[in-house]
């Protein structure tokens, strides 16, 4: 089936820092969906993004469509505490599918 | 707003012994969803329902079945359950691949 790489698995940052991750595949997406999970709870949706090139943000965080439709990257400026989870992306392939795809996932944790 | 509402939230299980879990959603998505997550794994599916009256298969679907009850319940149901069934389920419901999730249910099988 399809597959999403995430990347990093894991990061440690200062308060105060950008943050970037990113997810590639080797199959072309016609959506890429962004997901944090604090611990003990469900994933929260941050971003949707449907169209190739599609640069979106939400405060301070910003997720781009990759023009290939294979990748899209999440970047969270000016990091605070409670930016710290596990960040996961998400492909749907579109045409009739109802499915996501979900990356492994980032952890991001943050030192104040 | 309540969302997605999955219950219950811990479960006990033997092995063998079987359950239902029950999702529900209040924003009339099409679509709804059970997902797994062990650590590492990410999230993965194990059953879909596209709509009302129609369920697929996921990734993960074998020891499970699952029952669209109407347009806004969701079951999950483990006939015989396995220490290999022990993760964090998860319920969820879209709209338009728009995924939004419950809480989560985490069960252990001893």
């Known amino acids: 089936g399809q597959q999403l790489n995430q990347s990093p698995q894991s990061m440690f940052i200062q308060e105060g820092e950008d943050v970037s991750m990113n997810c590639t595949s080797s199959?072309?997406?016609?959506?890429w969906l962004w997901y944090k999970q604090d611990p003990g709870e469900g994933p929260v949706l941050l971003i949707a993004?449907?169209?190739?090139?599609e640069l979106t943000s939400n405060g301070r965080l910003t997720a781009q469509f990759g023009i290939t439709r294979k990748d899209s990257f999440l970047n969270i400026s000016a990091s605070i505490p409670s930016d710290v989870g596990i960040y996961f992306c998400?492909?749907?392939?579109?045409?009739?599918?109802?499915?996501?795809?979900f990356g492994k996932g980032t952890k991001l944790s943050v030192i104040p | 707003n309540a969302g997605v509402t999955q219950t219950p939230k811990f479960q006990v299980l033997k092995t063998g012994q079987s359950m239902t879990l029950q999702c529900a959603q209040d924003?009339?998505?099409?679509?709804m969803y059970w997902y797994r997550q062990d650590p590492g794994m990410g999230l993965r599916l194990i059953y879909y329902?596209?709509?009302?009256?129609?369920?697929d298969k996921g990734e993960v679907p074998n020891g499970y079945n699952v029952s669209r009850l109407n347009k806004r319940e969701f079951s999950l149901r483990l006939e015989s359950a396995a220490p290999s069934q022990t993760s964090v389920y998860f319920c969820?419901?879209?709209?338009?691949?728009?995924?939004?999730f419950g809480q989560g249910t985490r069960l252990t099988v001893v």
């Open positions: 329902s596209a709509s009302e009256g129609t369920t």
């Open positions: 993004l449907y169209k190739a090139g």
């Open positions: 969820a419901s879209s709209d338009f691949l728009k995924a939004f």
């Open positions: 924003m009339n998505h099409n679509s």
């Open positions: 998400a492909g749907g392939a579109g045409a009739g599918s109802y499915q996501l795809t």
């Open positions: 199959s072309i997406f016609n959506t």
